[in-house]
Structures are given as C-alpha cells and as structure tokens.
C-alpha cells in the first residue's frame, strides 16, 4: 500500500508570512493526525481527524494554526502569521479506525524553517 | 499526565555490538507501544508495535520487549550495523487519552 503523502519537503519563510503543508494519508485511514517535531524532542500531537471531524486539537495554537480535512481525505495545515519558534518538522500520519491494533503510519514530514 | 523518558539519550557504539535502549512510561493504561526509527530529514519509520497483552516482539534484529506493570520497554540490537545509525523513539498510546506520547528519543551512532 502507498505510504502517507506530505508536500512540500521543505519550506523556508519569513517570519509573520504565511505557510500551509499537505497531507495524503493511507487509502482507508479514517484518523488523521499532524505532528510537530522541534528539533532534538519527540513528536507533539497538534491535531487529530476522524473523517473529516476534529477529535482532538487541545495542543494546537488556534491563534495562528489552522487544519482542515475536506471530505475525509486529504488534509491541510496552515500557519498564519509564522513565528520564529515554529521553527520545525510537522509530520502527518494516518491510522486505521482502531488504532490500538495496527499503529500509526507517517509521512516523510516537512521541515519548516522560519528566519 | 503520561510521560516517555528515553535513556541515554545518545549512544556511540562499535559495529557488531549488541546493544539496548531503554523506554518508560509513568502511566500503565496503555493500548500498546510502538518503536519508530528517524534518519536525519526524515519522516518515521515503524519498526516495531506491542500490543499491551504482549511481552515481545521480533523483526530480523530488532526485539522489542514490554513490561506494562512496570512501566518499561527496551529495544534489542543485535550485531549493530552503520546503516543502523538514527534516531530512534518509542511512542505509548494512552488508553485515557487514545493519544500517542513519544519520548524524546535516542540518537545512535554506530562506527565502522
């Protein structure tokens, strides 16, 4: 099966411009997650989908950060205006329904720089 | 609050060591536990998922062991390789939250 899709692979922007990352995940993946990974720390939950409905975005800064997964498939994050700090990889990853039994799969990420 | 703690946080070894990394976790309520490996630049690589009723897991090299009461994992090496250098995490996935918790992960260097 294809992997989970993410564009671009890097991105380097000012900081207060805008920014969005892509996300196809697993054909048949209801869950849909995207990660932030500062550098030398593990990956930190900012949002997760099933279908096309937000389960959980607690940790995602709605101030400047916003998702969106049309139709149940592809997904889409946006940073508006960037800040120094966002400075990252933001990964996405995709499950089936039922996590608990088959794990998460994730994508190459996108390692965003902000200067 | 679930917290993963990866010790040590980096390791330089020989090729052809075996060698161990270590992963806790402060809550037991768990649906399993997966390794991920992370090469430089890139995404993360599943390498291995525990079930909570489980106590191991093997794929080629690598096993994976689980002790939910104690809350510990660790993840055996054997005959290290160059090609095994990377980040590697662990990650539970809380049954309170149905969250996954990563540790912060061990960067492995292994020399010719």
């Known amino acids: 099966e294809a992997g989970v899709a993410q564009s671009p692979r890097y991105k380097i922007i000012e900081k207060r411009q805008s920014v969005a990352f892509w996300c196809n995940p697993i054909?048949?993946?209801?869950?849909l997650y995207w990660y932030q990974q500062i550098l030398g720390q593990g990956p930190k939950l900012l949002i997760q989908?099933?279908?096309?409905?937000?389960?959980?975005d607690s940790q995602l800064p709605k101030d400047r950060f916003s998702a969106e997964r049309l139709k149940g498939v592809d997904s889409t994050l946006k940073i508006q205006p960037a800040k120094l700090e966002d400075s990252a990889v933001y990964l996405c990853?995709?499950?089936?329904?039922?996590?608990?039994?088959?794990?998460?799969?994730f994508g190459s990420g996108t390692r965003l720089t902000v200067v | 609050k679930q917290e993963v703690t990866q010790i040590p946080a980096a390791l330089s070894v020989p090729e052809g060591e075996n060698l161990v990394l270590n992963c806790s976790f402060t809550?037991?309520?768990?649906?399993?536990l997966q390794w991920f490996r992370q090469d430089p630049g890139k995404g993360l690589t599943s390498l291995l998922l525990?079930?909570?009723?489980?106590r191991e897991q093997t794929s080629g090299r690598l096993n994976a062991s689980l002790d939910k009461s104690s809350g510990r994992s660790t993840l055996y090496i054997a005959a290290s390789q160059p090609g095994d250098s990377a980040t590697y995490l662990c990650?539970?996935?809380?049954?309170?939250?149905?969250?996954?918790?990563f540790g912060q992960g061990t960067t492995l260097q292994v020399k010719p």
């Open positions: 989908f099933q279908n096309n409905g937000v389960v959980d």
């Open positions: 990650a539970v996935l809380s049954s309170n939250t149905g969250k996954l918790i």
């Open positions: 525990i079930q909570s009723s489980q």
């Open positions: 054909s048949g993946h209801a869950t």
């Open positions: 809550d037991s309520a768990i649906y399993n």
């Open positions: 990853a995709s499950s089936r329904t039922g996590s608990w039994n088959y794990g998460y799969t």
